[in-house]
């Protein structure tokens, strides 16, 4: 299960370094800063929720209190009606950075969480299960380094589904990837998504992304954070932005609220 109530969240911290806000000014140090003021949202069992925001106002903050990885000044966070205190090992985190421990071959990284599991053949047979679904069945013994960007996100992505989470949360995963490969991890997180039905929340800072994946997308505004965004989207997939008019004026839409006009 995976509902989520988030209410009256407020992120606040105290600047540690001095930064220049004009010449001769400066923060002092000690300064408590907003990062987050009173976010209240409500996210489906099962929904795909894609988080966009312009940089730095805190939406990976966001992701990581509603994972239990940190913790909210004010207000709380429940998934299922329970309060969030810490990391559950049945919501899992998929970070910016490649996380895969590189002297482990594809097979192994995917077996990191399954080690619970007695019966070797029951075992293997979930390892394999989640390595076909990301399309890497040629590549089980493959070290990180010898896999493409894009294969390396996917064994990620494996090595989280094949624990079976509640919640899967992914912090902007398609970073560091070229155009192509981006557009088809992007296929695969939705084709895994509609698969498994469980709920996803991902950063992005893609619109198109948010558009062509979500079934709810958030906007949040430059900090202090509030939301200034929070729709359903009831369309059909696969998506196109371009062909769709409603999501082409949903998109211009949430580029203004960023600040930007959209250029074709």
């Given at each position: 299960?995976?509902?989520?109530?988030?209410?009256?969240?407020?992120?606040?911290?105290?600047?540690?370094?001095?930064?220049?806000?004009?010449?001769?000014?400066?923060?002092?140090?000690?300064?408590?800063?907003?990062?987050?003021?009173?976010?209240?949202?409500?996210?489906?069992?099962?929904?795909?929720?894609?988080?966009?925001?312009?940089?730095?106002?805190?939406?990976?903050?966001?992701?990581?209190?509603?994972?239990?990885?940190?913790?909210?000044?004010?207000?709380?966070?429940?998934?299922?009606?329970?309060?969030?205190?810490?990391?559950?090992?049945?919501?899992?985190?998929?970070?910016?950075?490649?996380?895969?421990?590189?002297?482990?071959?594809?097979?192994?990284?995917?077996?990191?969480g399954l080690?619970?599991?007695?019966?070797?053949?029951?075992?293997?047979?979930?390892?394999?299960?989640?390595?076909?679904?990301?399309?890497?069945?040629?590549?089980?013994?493959?070290?990180?380094?010898?896999?493409?960007?894009?294969?390396?996100?996917?064994?990620?992505?494996?090595?989280?589904?094949?624990?079976?989470?509640?919640?899967?949360?992914?912090?902007e995963p398609?970073?560091?990837?070229?155009?192509?490969?981006?557009?088809?991890?992007?296929?695969?997180?939705?084709?895994?998504?509609?698969?498994?039905?469980?709920?996803?929340?991902?950063?992005?800072?893609?619109?198109?992304?948010?558009?062509?994946?979500?079934?709810?997308?958030?906007?949040?505004?430059?900090?202090?954070?509030?939301?200034?965004?929070?729709?359903?989207?009831?369309?059909?997939?696969?998506?196109?932005?371009?062909?769709?008019?409603?999501?082409?004026?949903?998109?211009?839409?949430?580029?203004?609220?960023?600040?930007?006009?959209?250029?074709?």
């Amino acid at each position: 299960m995976g509902y989520i109530d988030i209410q009256n969240l407020t992120k606040k911290y105290k600047n540690r370094r001095r930064k220049q806000r004009s010449p001769g000014e400066n923060f002092n140090l000690g300064e408590v800063v907003t990062v987050l003021d009173d976010i209240n949202l409500e996210f489906e069992e099962g929904e795909m929720v894609c988080i966009l925001g312009p940089s730095g106002c805190g939406k990976s903050t966001l992701l990581r209190i509603i994972a239990g990885f940190d913790d909210a000044t004010q207000g709380e966070v429940n998934i299922n009606g329970v309060k969030v205190n810490g990391a559950s090992s049945e919501h899992i985190f998929v970070f910016q950075q490649n996380g895969l421990l590189p002297w482990m071959t594809v097979w192994d990284n995917v077996e990191l969480g399954l080690r619970h599991i007695q019966d070797i053949q029951m075992k293997n047979e979930r390892i394999q299960e989640y390595i076909d679904l990301v399309e890497l069945n040629e590549f089980e013994h493959h070290l990180p380094n010898q896999l493409s960007g894009g294969m390396q996100r996917r064994a990620e992505l494996a090595r989280a589904l094949a624990v079976r989470p509640d919640i899967l949360y992914l912090d902007e995963p398609f970073t560091g990837l070229d155009y192509l490969t981006h557009l088809k991890v992007r296929e695969e997180v939705v084709n895994i998504h509609e698969y498994i039905g469980k709920t996803m929340i991902m950063v992005t800072h893609f619109i198109e992304d948010a558009l062509v994946m979500a079934d709810r997308i958030i906007v949040l505004s430059e900090r202090p954070t509030q939301v200034k965004m929070a729709r359903k989207l009831d369309y059909p997939r696969p998506r196109n932005v371009n062909k769709d008019a409603d999501l082409a004026e949903l998109r211009d839409e949430i580029f203004l609220m960023l600040g930007v006009s959209y250029v074709a």
